[in-house]
T-cell receptor, first 111, second 114 residues
Framework: QKEVEQNSGPLSVPEGAIASLNCTYSDRGSQSFFWYRQYSGKSPELIMSIYSNGDKEDGRFTAQLNKASQYVSLLIRDSQPSDSATYLC???????????FGTGTSLTVIP | EPEVTQTPSHQVTQMGQEVILRCVPISNHLYFYWYRQILGQKVEFLVSFYNNEISEKSEIFDDQFSVERPDGSNFTLKIRSTKLEDSAMYFCASMVARSNEKLFFGSGTQLSVL
């Protein structure tokens, strides 16, 4: 069973702060890692992808990957109230076409 | 911007009835998926479809489920005899290629089985 684990939260941060979201995965052969944002009642929306160890930055978002520790994280700098959502970690294994999702971390940014 | 379209947005059915959920993936995409999300739970993989056949399916996708791409644009999920536990949000998703693993989700169909 390929598992993706996330702290369900809720995580609350004040506006302007850094939000840190974490994810671990069980399949050591996983190759691709994604962060999706899901607003309540809406579909997941891809915000970041990362494939190699280290950091990847896109605007206010930074994804960090450590394959040795089977750990991927998402940092949101200068958090805004519009960032309030559930953040889903997703992992794609080396074989097959599917993506495994974590249960998501609920983030609330307090104005 | 191209998007994945799902209909209906809500479907209410009686237990034991058949339902068909419809999806129009993004036109140049080659990989198609159905996922479901029970309220408050994780997004769960059901099935992937490529080159007009199922490429992978989960344990959830039993004999009561089937998928079709009848006309080259629509992608449907059929549940033959719905159960109460089938109540969930069903998401269709598509991806242009395996090398470009950006999965685009439709807005979902909320299925309620009474």
């Amino acid at each position: 069973q390929k598992e993706v684990e996330q702290n369900s939260g809720p995580l609350s941060v004040p506006e302007g702060a850094i939000a840190s979201l974490n994810c671990t995965y069980s399949d050591r052969g996983s190759q691709s890692f994604f962060w999706y944002r899901q607003y309540s009642g809406k579909s997941p929306e891809l915000i970041m992808s990362i494939y190699s160890n280290g950091d990847k930055e896109d605007g206010r978002f930074t994804a960090q990957l450590n394959k040795a520790s089977q750990y991927v994280s998402l940092l949101i700098r200068d958090s805004q109230p519009s960032d309030s959502a559930t953040y889903l970690c997703a992992v794609s294994p080396n074989t097959g076409n599917q993506f495994y999702f974590g249960t998501g971390t609920s983030l609330t940014v307090i104005p | 911007e191209p998007e994945v379209t799902q209909t209906p947005s809500h479907q209410v059915t009686q237990m034991g009835q058949e339902v068909i959920l419809r999806c129009v993936p993004i036109s140049n995409h080659l990989y198609f998926y159905w996922y479901r999300q029970i309220l408050g739970q994780k997004v769960e993989f059901l099935v992937s479809f490529y080159n007009n056949e199922i490429s992978e399916k989960s344990e959830i996708f039993d004999d009561q489920f089937s998928v079709e791409r009848p006309d080259g644009s629509n992608f449907t999920l059929k549940i033959r005899s719905t159960k109460l536990e089938d109540s969930a949000m069903y998401f269709c998703a598509s991806m242009v290629a395996r090398s470009n693993e950006k999965l685009f989700f439709g807005s979902g169909t909320q299925l309620s089985v009474l």
